[in-house]
């Protein structure tokens, strides 16, 4: 199993942890439109700010700023998909709350290997 992706300062962490398990690139930074996330809006006054296009975030030249930012974005994407998870869980209950639960079930085929497994345990 592979580490969930996080956002990071490449000056902060040994360049063999920059890898995308899921795009197999040995380096790579998320660069999407700036309205769709902050994550994606800090990406973007980085790469103006490192070029010297735009002063107005001095700050994000800090690797310790951006590392303190990266870890805050890291915890509230972790937050927000818990909260996800508790919402989908929810709803769910809700819909099923006054739904009938009973339904008539068949058993197709039986196999004895798995009686003897399961028989084996209960002694």
């Not at 870890?71 to 509230?76: D, P």
């Not at 972790?78 to 929810?90: D, F, G, K, T």
């Not at 006054?98 to 798995?114: R, V, W």
Request: net charge negative; glycine share 4%.
């Amino acid at each position: 199993m592979h580490d969930a992706a996080v956002y990071f300062c490449s000056g902060m962490l040994p360049e063999d942890e920059y890898f995308h398990y899921g795009l197999a690139v040995p380096m790579y930074t998320h660069f999407t439109s700036p309205i769709r996330r902050y994550p994606d809006l800090l990406v973007h006054r980085l790469l103006a700010a490192s070029v010297g296009q735009d002063k107005t975030y001095t700050e994000l030249l800090d690797r310790n700023i951006v590392h303190e930012w990266c870890e805050n974005m890291n915890y509230r994407h972790h937050q927000a998909q818990l909260v996800q998870r508790a919402s989908i869980a929810l709803h769910t209950q809700l819909y099923f709350k006054d739904k009938c639960l009973d339904e008539d079930a068949y058993i197709l085929s039986y196999e004895e290997t798995l009686s003897s497994y399961l028989s084996e345990g209960t002694d």
